[in-house]
Nanobody, 123 residues
Framework: QVQLVESGGGLVQAGGSLRLSCAASGRTFSISTMAWFRQVPGQEREFVAASSWRYGHTYYADSVKGRFTISRDNARKTAYLQMNGLKPEDTAVYYC????????????????WGQGTQVTVSS
């Protein structure tokens, strides 16, 4: 089992920045991919960004490309999502996810999920 705990959400004005953190514990040696998803009430959870845990390859949704950066610190077993140039449409609950496989965009490929952290961007 892998446990994930997110932190770093909050309220920010449009154009501002936030950094989300996701601390992993448990069987972290089994992790292949770490990712961030987000969800607005009444809508489906959507892919934001993913990173290969071992090689650091990164993938982004078109809506965040050039503004968000996913990174990881293997020693600290922590993944990050640096969000710059935030827009009101980025408002959502952000979830960290981990997969023991190469999952990237596919939400069904992630076995482990954090509890979510709220990001609110005011206009």
């Amino acid at each position: 089992q892998v446990q994930l705990v997110e932190s770093g959400g909050g309220l920010v004005q449009a154009g501002g920045s936030l950094r989300l953190s996701c601390a992993a514990s448990g069987r972290t040696f089994s992790i292949s991919t770490m990712a961030w998803f987000r969800q607005v009430p009444g809508q489906e959870r959507e892919f934001v960004a993913a990173s290969s845990w071992r090689y650091g390859h990164t993938y982004y949704a078109d809506s965040v490309k050039g503004r968000f950066t996913i990174s990881r610190d293997n020693a600290r077993k922590t993944a990050y999502l640096q969000m710059n140039g935030l827009k009101p449409e980025d408002t959502a609950v952000y979830y960290c996810a981990a997969s023991t496989k190469v999952a990237y965009y596919a939400i069904a490929g992630y076995e482990y999920w954090g509890q979510g952290t709220q990001v609110t961007v005011s206009s």
